[in-house]
Structure formats: structure tokens, C-alpha cells
């Protein structure tokens, strides 16, 4: 790494001293052999336009020319100064001060050059580089989280400003216990990441995670950790986790099961079985409460059809597969929800927890086409090779009729490849 900023140090000065060898070369060109002669010329016309002029203001003001010969006798001697001054080569016009200027240029170029580099060039993100380098190097010499932690504070007793070396630093001392000492490495690692950087939305999430964590309950200042967050990133999945938790311990389930559904979004596996089984925590409760009114449900059973087993494992990630549903003919869902192909055979439920739109009811949408898509690029929208389940033209509203659970039950098999 030091190698790789030598040599950008040394590219970016030769750079500066050819721009500058320019302005220098231009600076101290030789004027051409006329150029004297003619801005001698150029100055002798100025002069007798002057002369002319004064001689016609003088007549003005004599009452020898009324206003309108005066004007007429005006512009007829501009036209004249113009056309001498375009006949004469344009180095005539050349201004002496311009070399000021250019000598000027050869001096400053170099010091704002540099200005310009440190304040809005790759400065931070070189050394945010070298940061993270030194920081995954000790994380992968040092094993043990005692140790870890003393290797790593070693590390930003020596670079301070490394935000990535206090996050990993702040989240080995919650391992070991080290609540209050966590709690600090990550008010540094705040203070330290750039804005700009995808890390800042991390460890904005995990310190009010850690400040939950330490206080037990929903403080002020763990209120005020939750919220900055979510002024980083709305959707950060900490965050609503956070706010999911609260929502249910206040018995508000409906609210806990939207936190909970729009963190699931963003989240790894492992994190979202955690987030599912809350969900389904928050529908029990709901269910068992007579007064909230779910609403239709679709309970979807998906399997992926035998012959795309294989085709399912050409990623080495683990491929993402939305099931929607929506209006016949329109693109947007209604209903939406996430999960891994690795999931699969699942059944998930599609509700009013799952809705696009919060206000959305489904019973004002009487056929529906649910969909399961296998998005290989683990982005919505179908790309050659996807994966494809569909159910068109469910009937929702005679399915309903007589439902006194108001639950429709869906099989749908993934079995069509996106050509």
C-alpha cells in the first residue's frame, strides 16, 4: 500500500510540473517581429478616434451639431476605429499584462494544484485505504478477542483516525463484555467515518444497537441513536429492528410486523430468521386480539420444479426470490416479500403486513397474479436466466366467499426459466 501512494504522489507531480512547464513555455514565447509596429498603429488609431471625438463633444456643445449629427457623426467614426483595429493581425491586441498573469499561473499552479488535491481529491479515500489494509491485516493475525483487542487498540493508538479499526475495535469489546469501553470505540468510529462512506450507515445501526444493548430499554439516548440512524439511511434494517422491538413491547404488533417486514429487506440470512420469527410472533398476537382486523391472507407454498435444482446452484451467493402479488396487467406489487432461494420449499403469508402501500386492502382487489421470482443479479425486474413461478388470475373474491379465516391457500412451483 505504501508502494501504491509513492507512486500515485509521483504521478500526480509530474502532472503538475508538465501543466505548469505549458503556462511556462507559453510565458516567455517570443513575440512575433511585427508586433510592435502594429500595436504601435493600434494605439495611433485609439488616439485620433479620441482626438475626433473630444472635437465633436466640443461642437455639441457650441451648438455647432445638433444632437442627431452629433450621433451620426459618433458612429460613423466607431465603425472606422473598429475596422483599422480588425485589420491589423491579432497579436496586436496582444496585452502585455497577460504575461503577468501567466508568470503568475507558473508560481500558483503547483500550491493550488496541491490545495485542490488534499481538500476535494483522493486524500481521505487513500487513507481510508491504508485504515482498513492495517485493520483486516491485524484481524487476520490475531484470533483470540483478548488479544484482538489489544492488537487493535496498538493499531489506533497510532492512527486515531482510523473509523473502520474503532467499528471492528467496538464490536470485539462487545464480544468480550466491554460495554462501556464498546460504547466509546463507537463514538469514535462516528466521528472519524465520512459521510459519504457505506460504513457510516453501519455503524450508525450497531452503536444504537450497543447503546440498547448496555441500557436495557429504550433511553433517550438510545432514542436518539435510533433516530440519527434512520437520518442516515430510512431503511436502516438496525434501526427498525430497534423500532420493531419497541413497537411490540408496547403491544403495538401492527407496527412491529411493518418495522420488522422492511428490515427483513436488507438483511443477511442469519438476521432474518430472526426478524422472521418476530413476525410471527407479532401475527399470534394479533390474532388472538379481536379487535385488530388482518384482513385477507394468502398463505403461499412454494417449491422450485424438479429439472432447475441444479441451475438454482451456478451462483456462488445465494440468490434472492421475490414473491409478489399484483393487478393483472400491472407491474407494481401489491403484496411483496423477500427471501433466499435456499429457503425454498417455504410457505410464506402475503398480508397487509406486506404491503407496498400500508393503506392497501386486498379486498378491494378481487383477481390477483402472484409471482415467484428467482432474481440471480438479487435485483427486481426479469433477466434472461431468472428463475419463474406464476399463479395468474387468482379469484380472490370467490375464494373468500364462506372463508371465515379469510386464508387463501396457493401452491406455486418455480418452473420456468426467464428467457
Known sequence: MTSDVSNTWIMVSILILLAAMFIFIAAFRPLPKNYRAQRQQGDLNIKLYDQSLAELLVLLEANDLTLAQFEEQKNELDYKLSTDLEGLDSTAQFNNGGRSVLYALVLVLPFAAGYLYFDLGATKQLAELQARDATREVLRTSTDPIELAKDLSVLLADKPQNAEGWYMLANVQMQNNELDKAIDSFQRAQLHVAEYSPLNNIIAGTFAQALFFTDGS????????????RKINPTNPAALSLLGIQAFESE???QAIEHWSQALKNVDKQEAGALQSGIDSARLKLAADPSFKMGPQLKVSIRLAKGLEAGANRNSTDPVVFIYAREPGQRMPLLAK???????????????????NPDTDLEKYPILDIVAHVAFAGVPGNKAGDFLGEELGLNLQKSLQGNAEQIVAIELAIDRIVQ
Open 338 to 356: 423477500k427471501i433466499n432461494l435456499s429457503d425454498i420449499p417455504t410457505q410464506i403469508f402475503l398480508d397487509k403486513t406486506s404491503a407496498i
Open 218 to 229: 429504550f433511553t433517550t439516548r438510545v432514542v436518539t441513536a435510533i433516530d440519527n440512524a
Open 252 to 254: 403495538k404488533y401492527q
